[in-house]
């Protein structure tokens, strides 16, 4: 039931100027970049790389629920936070992908989703019931990002094998990946295990401790 990986459009896009961010994880150079045909504005958000170290790269999509108001329904938040503090600690930059909400369904259409999750579907079952894809992400404006930054050989932070395939496909030399796993809770582990099974994600998922949620959403 493997689905082919899709391919990604060429984006092109404009970077405004380098800022400095001081945050909670340490000082970042931060900087918007502006797509020129559909007008949606990502960030990234850089610390310089040691000599001799491949760049730590973490593309995260667009999480409102999870990213600002730290929604356990899903684990990007703390994705996002431990991101942030790897790429502080080793060198490199965290692509922030706006329009991507909900794996690129959109915010009301991810709340539709969550409300189908909660009279049982799952993450994938939910957008299948709702006529659309799975996800619909996209790579080009990460890819471009990266190239005008100057990082086209990268250690990808990530535990979705499909990403490092369609940022090589864009001419992201993808050195290695490394494992971005958050511990699971209980709100999330359903949500995770159908990351995992069905979309390929490789977490390891404790689901020992946790056994008792199989299957339903707490
Ligand atoms: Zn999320």
Redesign the pocket.
């Known amino acids: 039931m493997s689905t082919p990986i899709p391919t990604d459009p060429v984006v092109e896009l404009t970077g405004g100027p380098v800022v400095q961010l001081p945050t909670a994880h340490g000082i970042f150079q931060t900087q918007a970049w502006h797509e020129t045909l559909s007008g949606i504005e990502h960030l990234s958000v850089s610390v310089p790389v040691p000599a001799g170290s491949l760049p730590l790269v973490r593309v995260h999509s667009e ?1 409102l ?3 600002v108001f730290g ?1 356990y ?5 703390e994705q996002l936070d431990y991101a942030l503090a790897q790429v502080q600690q080793h060198g490199g930059v965290v692509v922030y992908l706006r329009g991507q909400e ?1 794996r690129g369904i959109g915010l009301s259409n991810k709340l539709r989703a969550y409300a189908l999750q909660e009279a049982g579907a799952d993450t994938v079952e939910a957008n299948e019931q709702l006529g659309l894809p799975v996800d619909a992400r996209s790579y080009g404006a990460a890819a471009a990002i990266l190239q005008a930054l100057g990082l086209e050989k990268i250690s990808l932070l990530s535990n979705n094998p499909v990403k490092a395939e369609r940022l090589r496909a864009l001419g992201i030399d993808v050195a290695e990946t490394r494992h971005a796993e958050v511990p699971s809770r209980a709100e999330n582990l359903r949500y995770l295990q159908t990351k995992r099974d069905k979309m390929n994600h490789q977490l390891t998922l404790d689901v020992s401790s946790q056994s008792s949620n199989k299957g339903k959403l707490a």
Do not use: K, L, M, P
């Open positions: 999480c629920t999870g990213d929604s329904r899903c684990d990007c938040g909900g």
